[in-house]
T-cell receptor, first 116, second 114 residues
């Protein structure tokens, strides 16, 4: 879906290096999320944002930080990449927040990150 | 806490066979329930949803009924096609205040052979 774009699509990096993944949306949605997908675990929430400069931790936030300086961009940074962070990372957006539970999310195509 | 449990895969079946993927949940209150589908190399797409007990969500020949008495939301399709090969995720979104984020099951891979 052209409304949400993740970059890069694939990345290989070395242990200990910082890595930043970008999520860009053109839908002007307020809520943005970063998930990681691992076999046997489904998708797990890393961080989320409920507005510009408003972010909070998810269930697996250790080793990750995020920033949102504009509505359309949500960046995920691995401060010092480790092999356990090898995963597929998905960004998602939502027009409405937690109280509107009848709405789902729209997902990007994912970034496959390998830490060697 | 809230959780979603799906049947493990892979589920392998022939074209035109009947598909069922079991999903049960644990949640307080009355969550909304979703099925997402992930085709190879792509992100997740919303397949269907149900927002209250006894609701039936349907899309592309798939159906799921929100059963509060059994806390289940099983996905069914009467006649699968090769193009239905994908990973299917059951998810819930709690309606209690605070933690209203989507929570996913582990996913079930479905392989349909010609």
């Amino acid at each position: 879906d052209a409304g949400i774009t993740q970059s890069p699509r694939h990345k290989v990096t070395e242990t200990g290096t910082p890595v930043t993944l970008r999520c860009h949306q053109t839908e002007n949605h307020r809520y943005m999320y970063w998930y990681r997908q691992d076999p046997g675990h489904g998708l797990r929430l890393i961080h989320y944002s409920y507005g510009v400069k408003d972010t909070d931790k998810g269930e697996v936030s250790d080793g990750y930080s995020v920033s949102r300086s504009k509505t359309e961009d949500f960046l995920l940074t691995l401060e010092s990449a480790t092999s356990s962070q090898t995963s597929v990372y998905f960004c998602a957006i939502s027009e409405v927040g937690d109280r509107e539970a009848t709405y789902g999310y729209t997902f990007g195509s994912g970034t496959r990150l390998t830490v060697v | 806490g809230n959780s979603v449990t799906q049947m493990e895969g892979p589920v392998t079946l022939s074209e035109e066979a009947f598909l069922t993927i079991n999903c049960t949940y644990t949640a307080t209150g009355y969550p909304s329930l979703f099925w997402y589908v992930q085709y190879p190399g792509e992100g997740l797409q919303l397949l269907l949803k149900a927002t209250k007990a006894d609701d039936k969500g349907s899309n592309k020949g798939f159906e799921a009924t929100y059963r509060k008495e059994t806390t289940s939301f099983h996905l069914e399709k009467g006649s699968v096609q090769v193009s239905d090969s994908a990973v299917y995720f059951c998810a819930l979104r709690p309606t209690t205040t605070g933690w209203g984020k989507l929570q996913f099951g582990a996913g079930t891979q479905v392989v349909v052979t010609p």
